[in-house]
């Protein structure tokens, strides 16, 4: 409808400027006026019409631009559906991979408590790899220098409270050992 009217504005505008010079004769006061006022329309429906034309382009570039911003947010949403969607499988991979491990470290885990359970603390204590020894020594000596008692090392390290259990008297003999030996070799 816009575009119907600016045609018809423009039409008229230029006919109401053109016609009167050679309908109208100049020697008549009136076709002058007549003359002056179908200029004046002329000139009012070419405004009207630029004015007209001029709505259009901006509510045409008004819709373009929707339409971009209605595509940019729809590629918008799909790209981060696309990345929740591939975090989700992400993390689905890592839960059933995850259980699998954790299963098998448990099993691992229970497999060595029942041998070692199998044996008596101080047995325990005797039959570590010399690494596991020579781990377990440094870090008594690592908080020993950091001012812990022997309580708190003992539980630390092996998990034990006071108490007269094998295990714990065990555990003290191996701290002494590791205690004197590491003074005697400052």
């Not at 006061?29 to 003359?35: D, I, K, Y």
Request: proline letters at 3%; aromatic letters at 6%.
């Amino acid at each position: 409808m816009s575009l119907l009217k600016v045609s018809v504005l423009s039409v008229s505008g230029l006919t109401l400027w053109l016609a009167p010079p050679f309908i109208f004769s100049r020697k008549i006061p009136l076709h002058n006026f007549m003359q002056g006022i179908a200029l004046l329309s002329g000139f009012a429906c070419c405004f009207e019409a630029r004015r007209s034309a001029l709505k259009v382009a901006k509510e045409e570039e008004f819709e373009a631009m929707k339409a971009r911003a209605i595509d940019a947010d729809v590629v918008d949403e799909i790209a981060v559906s696309s990345y929740v969607a591939e975090q989700e499988r992400r993390n689905e991979a890592e839960q059933i991979l995850n259980p699998v491990e954790h299963l098998e470290r448990s099993l691992a885990l229970a497999s060595d408590e029942g041998e070692h359970s199998e044996h008596s603390g101080s047995e325990q204590l005797a039959e570590p790899s010399v690494n596991a020894e020579n781990e377990r020594a440094e870090r008594i000596l690592e908080l020993k220098a950091k001012g812990w008692g022997k309580l708190k090392i003992i539980n630390e390290i092996w998990g034990l409270t006071r108490g007269g259990g094998a295990k714990y008297k065990a555990a003290e003999a191996e701290y002494h050992r590791v205690i004197d030996g590491g003074e005697k070799d400052e």
